[in-house]
């Protein structure tokens, strides 16, 4: 059964610019949530989707956005890149709802210029 | 504001040691507790998920116990191994499909 996947792995862009990460969740699974994790913050929820709906929104920006497609596929747009916004962005999922055994991806290594 | 602090930051260990990993939450209203470990440059895995209404959850050489009313929940690894060295990570959820992660404790097995 193959895990969540998510691509690009490592990704390095220019401030202003945007970008798009993706993430397929294990398949069955309808619940996909996105984490930001930084050496200093640690690790802070972004959104989470269930059914194509955001379900739960963390305290970002509103230049963070994601969407869901009727497969689970889920996506997440950074628009208008800081330096800041440099991370490893990690994508879970699970079959109902976050409240259950979570299963992570490897991640999307953002490198900001 | 639920706040989740894991102590110590970092652990160094001879192989086949007991060792205990803790952690810390400020609201006590929490739905479930999860441990997870992270190998370097990669995602998480999930090791334990206690619900509210559990004690305590086993798998293998790991044992997690959970007190609601203290705040805090412990990590027990039996028996450590090599393999084990990897930063573990607590998350608490209050029923919103939000997990708050705690700070960390990374931890070192040496043979």
């Known amino acids: 059964k193959a895990g969540v996947t998510q691509t690009p792995r490592y990704l390095i862009k220019t401030r202003g610019q945007q970008v798009t990460l993706s993430c397929s969740p294990i398949?069955?699974?309808?619940?996909v949530s996105w984490y930001q994790q930084t050496p200093g913050q640690g690790l802070q929820f972004l959104f989470e989707y269930f059914s194509e709906t955001q379900r739960n929104k963390g305290n970002f920006p509103g230049r963070f956005s994601g969407r869901q497609f009727s497969n689970s596929r889920s996506e997440m747009n950074v628009s208008t890149l800081e330096l800041g916004d440099s991370a490893l962005y990690l994508c879970?999922?699970?079959?109902?709802?976050?409240?259950?055994?979570?299963?992570f991806g490897s991640g999307t290594q953002l490198s900001v210029l | 504001k639920q706040e989740v602090t894991q102590i110590p930051a970092a652990l160094s260990v001879p192989e086949g040691e007991n060792l205990v990993l803790n952690c810390s939450f400020t609201?006590?209203?929490?739905?479930?507790l999860q441990w997870f470990r992270q190998d370097p440059g990669k995602g998480l895995t999930s090791l334990l998920l206690i619900q509210s209404s559990q004690r305590e959850q086993t798998s293998g050489r790991l044992n997690a116990s959970l007190d609601k009313s203290s705040g805090r929940s412990t990590l027990y690894i039996a028996a450590s191994q090599p393999g084990d060295s990897a930063t573990y990570l607590c998350a608490v959820n209050h029923n919103t499909d939000k997990l708050i992660f705690g700070t960390g404790t990374r931890l070192q097995v040496f043979p």
């Open positions: 879970a999922s699970s079959f109902r709802t976050a409240n259950e055994k979570l299963f």
């Open positions: 609201d006590s209203a929490i739905y479930n």
């Open positions: 398949s069955g699974h309808r619940s």
